[in-house]
Structures are given as structure tokens and as C-alpha cells.
């Protein structure tokens, strides 16, 4: 059996076939979904993402590459797109079994002969330029159709750079674009854990100083004596608001940074930062806030 698996299904509710390959592009090293081949595979399991583009393009492309009479099980929490899974199916041309479980819905489908659709949605969910003519992006990349004001903060405060650098959890690359305007930075390596963002960084930041590295920068790359970190970390792990992803950042920064090094950082004023900063850096320097957002320069 030829089988895929999107994302992490919940066990309990959905098993993925033994052997499953993986195509989510938060799966570092996971086989791009667009790269199936149509109507190559016999079951797919999606947990569906949340946002409705992202959500729909993932769904046409799973139901391109199953072959006529292959079963795919859709499910998502009811609040983040699951009452909304059925509609999306039954407009692809399925006939949908649904189920509650768990305040998940759960939907199977068997691959219609002719889907209907599909070539829409993987156009209106893939990559594209912001307005017609901006930066690359994609449904579901982090502020994927609209300026981030935090990122826009840090970079009006941003000094110019030098020397060697990182951009953790580097999204679309707008903030590598901002550091790379200084000519006195050497190397920066842009590191996220979402594949569709470091493609559409590749075309926003064609530079030969960027680097990028498609993986969890709380354990990769293998970066040291670099002379500043920038980032607008993370604090959402799956869904939820998670602290300790952020701190983790933070800590992560400090061990690539040569003694001396600076990390420049933009956080949600709510999140608890200051703590781990204070343990893993020399100095700490508050700078601007506004709009919720506050920065740290944190000298190591
Ligand atoms: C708040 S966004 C900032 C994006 C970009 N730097 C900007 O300012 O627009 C955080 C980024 O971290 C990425 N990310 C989330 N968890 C990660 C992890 N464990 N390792 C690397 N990147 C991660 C997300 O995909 C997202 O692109």
C-alpha cells in the first residue's frame, strides 16, 4: 500500500497506515505534498491545518495524488477549521462520512473519479507574491499576507549588522532582507522549520551571504562564534501558546553567539522573556515598545 500522512494526526483518532510517508512541510526532511504523483497513492490521512487557503490547498492536493477509489480521513479541532472540513470535501466532489469525536471532526472520503476544483485550490493556496508584486509567500507561512508590526519594530531599531549572524525561525526572510542591507554583515544563516517559508525566503533574499536551513533551531544548525543573532521567535507550538518555545530560542541564541555577540529579539510584551535573558547574557538593554511589542539587545 502507497500511503501519506500530513501533520500529526492524533493517534487515537486516526491511525496513518504503517508505513506512511510523511509530507508536511513542518517535518523537516518530509517529501514535499506537491511533489506526488497523481493518483499514485491508495490512503492518506491529513490533520488538516487551520487556515482555510492552506486548508484547501492541502486537501486538493492529497485527493490529486490518491488514485480513483483511494480513501483519505480528513480531521481538525471543530474550532479550527473541522466544522468547516465537510463543506470543503463535498465542494472537491466527495461523498463524506463524518464523525465527532474528541471536538475533533473526523471525515472520510473516497477519491472521486473526477474531483472537481482542485486545480483552484492548490493555485489559490501555493506560493505567491504578496499584492501581485511583493514579497514570495504562502498561505500558512507566519504573516503570510500582511507585514508583522513586531518584525517591522525590530527593524526599525535594528543598528546596522557585522560580521556573522543567524535569523531564527527566519519566516519569509523580511528581517534577513533588513539585516543584509548593511554590507558589513558577511554570512547570515536563516533557519525555520517550515519549508514553505525558507522556499519563499530563497526568493526574497537572493544574496550569496544567506544560508538556509530547513529544520527546529532548538537543535540545528551546528552554528557557533557568530557575531549577532536576530529573531522574532515563535510561541505557538501546534496550536497552542507555548513560553518555554521562545525561551528555548533565547537560550539557543546565547550558544551561538561568540562572548561579546548580540542577539536582537522582538517579543509580545505578555511573554515572559526577561528571566532566561538575564541568565544567559552579560547585559540587557530594553529598547523601544509599541503596538504590544517590546525589544531586547542582549549582549553576551
Ligand atoms: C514569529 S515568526 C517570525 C518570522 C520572521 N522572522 C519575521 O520576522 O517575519 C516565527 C517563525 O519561527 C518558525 N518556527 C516555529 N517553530 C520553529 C522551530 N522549532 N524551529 C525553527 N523555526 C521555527 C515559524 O515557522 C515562523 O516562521
New binding site residues.
Partial sequence: MTACVYGAPPAALAKAPAGARQVSP?VPGAEPIEALAPASLSAAVVAAPPGTLERRYVLALMLRALRPGGGLTALAPKEKGGSRLRKELEAFGCKVEEEGRQHQRICYVVRPDAPTGLEAAVAAGGPQRLGGDGLWTQPG???WDRD?A??QL?ISTLPALSGKGA??????????RAVLASPKVKQLDL????RR?LDAARRNVEDPRAAFHW????SGPDLADLDFV????????TGQEDKA?GQ??IRRACQMLRKGGVLWL?ANRHLPYEAVLGEQFARVTPHSEGKGFKIYEARK
Fill in positions: 513542518l507561512v507566519f504573516s508583522d513586531g518584525s525590530l535569523d531564527l525561525g527566519s519566516g519569509l526572510g523580511v528581517l534577513a533557519i525555520d522549520l517550515d517559508a529544520t527546529d533551531a532548538r536576530v529573531m522574532n521567535p515563535p510561541f505557538h507550538d518555545l528555548a530560542f522582538v
